[in-house]
């Protein structure tokens, strides 16, 4: 079935450095590529999205870029903060049955 | 705005048991997803509501189900539990159908099945 495999699953930096998640998806019709951030006992929330017609967008040190002919998306935040520790999810719309497939999540570890 | 409300929070339940979940979403919104998540599973989609009625389902089986309301809020139920079902139930509300807007979570239900 469609399925988004997320890479990797656990990512340690430095604070100050960047860190890249890359996911990657099967339907080539998928039209929607969000990323939620889900700190330790707290709920998921969105932190950046794209739709196909877009190949990259940028909200302060956290952007995604889309690469529809490779069927790739990757988040990319830059000058890495205590606060970004967390688990990262992105996702993909398929229109082919019409749901949003979850990527397995990356945990990231932003170490002092 | 209020934000996604979910009872109850923790749940304990014995196998063979079922179990109802409830989730009311922000107003205005009147699709409501429901998720399973487990350790090292990541969100696994369970169903979405719209307008109350189940427009897409995940791969789950049939013991899993939900329904919505007139008010838009949802529940969800599980019977027969099993053991595997332990894990914590989000659901998510966004303004429109087809999970291509803004998804609001809700805290969770905490279930474990012993």
């Known amino acids: 079935g469609e399925n988004v495999e997320q890479h990797p699953s656990t990512l340690s930096v430095q604070e100050g450095d960047s860190a890249v998640i890359k996911c990657t998806y099967s339907?080539?019709?998928?039209?929607?590529f969000p990323w939620y951030k889900q700190e330790l006992g707290k709920r998921p929330q969105l932190i950046i999205d794209?739709?196909?017609n877009v190949g990259e967008k940028k909200d302060q040190r956290i952007a995604v870029t889309l690469n529809k002919t490779a069927k790739h998306f990757s988040l990319h935040i830059t000058e890495t903060q205590p606060e970004d520790s967390a688990v990262y999810f992105c996702?993909?719309?398929?229109?082919?049955?019409?749901?949003?497939?979850w990527g397995a999540g990356t945990k990231l570890i932003i170490k002092p | 705005k209020a934000g996604v409300t979910q009872t109850p929070r923790y749940l304990i339940k014995t196998r063979g048991q079922q179990v109802t979940l409830s989730c009311s979403p922000i107003?205005?919104?009147?699709?409501v997803s429901w998720y399973q998540q487990t350790p090292g599973q990541g969100l696994q989609f369970l169903f979405e509501?719209?307008?109350?009625?189940?427009?897409n389902k995940g791969n789950f089986p049939g013991r899993f189900s939900g329904r919505q309301f007139s008010n838009s809020r949802s529940e969800m139920n599980v019977s027969t539990l099993e053991l595997g079902d332990s894990a914590l139930y989000l659901c998510?509300?966004?303004?429109?159908?087809?999970?291509?807007?803004?998804?609001?979570f809700g805290p969770g239900t905490r279930l474990t099945v012993t």
């Open positions: 509501y719209f307008s109350e009625t189940q427009r």
């Open positions: 339907d080539s019709a998928s039209n929607y």
């Open positions: 996702a993909a719309f398929m229109d082919s049955n019409y749901q949003l497939i």
């Open positions: 794209i739709r196909s």
């Open positions: 107003s205005g919104h009147r699709s």
């Open positions: 998510a509300s966004s303004l429109d159908q087809g999970q291509t807007y803004e998804q609001y």
